[in-house]
């Protein structure tokens, strides 16, 4: 009887997540498409690129993966450029680590924190209360096959459009970064203010005569360490801040 009880709060709690995942599945879907048209001129397959956002998640660190795959670099390069794209999820993990029950098992916690993005990060800590790991599947069983399935289907779509208008759709990856950065920018001068150096340093390092013989996501991976450390040193985020932008 009591694992009778077991199982069905469980399925509801794993409902409760695909509930809240339906809202994020969509959304992830039509951002994937467009990084599916960047796959494709990555060389990427339809089968490729799902498996590639089945197992990353994460829509700057596919981005950053995709334009150097494009690039031809080396392995070492494309790894050290997702590891440092997506080095936001050690945090929010880490985050989440905390208000695990004492006796959740390791294979859970594993398997929450590789299943975390910016998403389902906000809709967990939004729910409350100690980290249910079934609310977390339920959300990934429908964010991340959509997330997939929209990457696929962007590279399918890229062999199927014309170059014009493959052109025009790869205009939107940019869109949706800007939709990324101009909140919190408009929210805090040190962040706008960090964003600005990027744009400045980034155009800088093209040209320099000593960092423009580096790669672009050699670049990148300079760039990110510096701005992001600098950033952090200058202007600290305490925990009473987090809890009033939370």
Do not use: C
Not at 28 to 33: K, L, N
């Amino acid at each position: 009887m009591m694992e009778q009880r077991l199982g069905a709060g469980r399925r509801a709690v794993f409902m409760e997540g695909v509930h809240d995942g339906v809202p994020i599945a969509l959304g992830y879907f039509v951002v994937a498409f467009t990084l599916g048209i960047l796959a494709k001129t990555a060389g990427l397959s339809a089968w490729q690129g799902f498996v590639t956002s089945a197992v990353n998640i994460a829509s700057a660190g596919e981005y950053a993966g995709f334009t150097v795959i494009a690039a031809q670099a080396p392995y070492l390069e494309i790894a050290m450029l997702t590891l440092v794209a997506n080095a936001r999820y050690f945090l929010m993990a880490a985050a989440l680590a905390q208000r695990f029950a004492p006796d959740t098992p390791l294979l859970h916690r594993l398997a929450v924190s590789f299943g975390v993005t910016d998403e389902v990060f906000g809709i967990t800590v939004a729910r409350g209360g100690m980290v249910q790991p079934y609310y977390n599947y339920g959300a990934l069983a429908i964010s991340v096959p959509a997330w997939s399935a929209g990457t696929s289907a962007g590279i399918l779509a890229g062999g199927i459009l014309p170059a014009a208008a493959v052109s025009a759709l790869s205009v939107a990856l940019y869109g949706m970064f800007v939709w990324v950065i101009l909140p919190p920018a408009k929210k805090s001068r040190p962040i706008a203010g960090m964003v600005l150096a990027s744009f400045l340093l980034s155009l800088a390092a093209t040209y320099a005569p000593l960092t423009s013989e580096l790669s672009g996501g050699t670049r990148t991976i300079i760039l990110t360490l510096l701005i992001a450390g600098v950033g952090a040193a200058l202007f600290p985020v305490h925990e009473e801040q987090e809890e009033n932008d939370a």
